[in-house]
């Protein structure tokens, strides 16, 4: 089992639809959860990062996490084609120094 | 500088050689990673810096990687008698510190790594 699992997709969704990312993790210790968005050959960028239960908003982003089910979601409103890439789930390992990362979701936002 | 740089950019290289990749990272920030994506795969944690500490190694996937930091700053991760499936993506990322990687870290734009 990995530690941090993601749906690989694609997944596909008209513009101005919400898109629904979803991650779970295996390491009830971890204590941040960050979401990076990768463009094709580009590096990951951060996006959002959130450390307690329930809902964390950023403009068109809402980050959810619930720990009792060791799982974190990425919502984004009103999703544009400058969306579409892949979303990398990420969680700190616990008296580690690094992070788990999930293989990525691609998402595609079709015009 | 205003980012990490990382270099080259692409590097194709006959099995069997080695290569140096270079991190600059952010300036002022003291912790520096390596992560390593290949096609298909999640990030792969390789090696961690922080400041003038022992690095933590755990990830280096054999005693062909190896890396330093000079001066707490510019890193270089070496590969010797590299193999076909050394090739990846390699990513370096800096950071304030340990303690606030809880905010997440800063990746540079990373090296293509080709063994032929």
């Known amino acids: 089992q990995k530690e941090v699992e993601q749906n690989s997709g694609p997944l596909s969704v008209p513009e101005g639809a919400i898109a629904s990312l979803n991650c779970t993790y295996s390491d009830r210790g971890s204590q941040s959860f960050f979401w990076y968005r990768q463009y094709s050959g580009k590096s990951p960028e951060l996006i959002m990062s959130?450390?307690?239960?329930g809902d964390k908003e950023d403009g068109r982003f809402t980050a959810q996490l619930n720990k009792a089910s060791q799982y974190v979601s990425l919502l984004i409103r009103d999703s544009q084609p400058s969306d579409s890439a892949t979303y990398l789930c990420?969680?700190?390992?616990?008296?580690?120094?690094?992070?788990?990362f999930g293989t990525g979701t691609s998402l595609t936002v079709i015009p | 500088g205003a980012g990490v740089s990382q270099s080259p950019s692409n590097k194709v290289t006959e099995k069997g050689k080695d290569v140096e990749l270079r991190c600059d990272p952010i300036s002022g920030h003291t912790a520096l990673y390596w992560y390593r994506q290949s096609l298909g795969q999640g990030l792969e944690f390789l090696i961690y810096?922080?400041?003038?500490?022992?690095?933590?190694k755990s990830g280096l996937p054999s005693d062909r990687f190896s890396a330093e930091r000079t001066g707490g700053s510019v890193s270089t991760l070496t590969i010797q008698r590299t193999q076909q499936e050394d090739s990846a993506v390699y990513l370096c990322?800096?950071?304030?510190?340990?303690?606030?990687?809880?905010?997440?870290?800063?990746f540079g734009s990373g090296t293509r790594l080709t063994v032929v």
């Open positions: 959130i450390y307690s239960n």
């Open positions: 990322a800096s950071s304030l510190d340990r303690r606030t990687v809880s905010g997440g870290y800063t």
């Open positions: 990420a969680a700190d390992v616990p008296m580690g120094n690094q992070f788990y």
């Open positions: 810096f922080q400041g003038n500490s022992a690095p933590d």
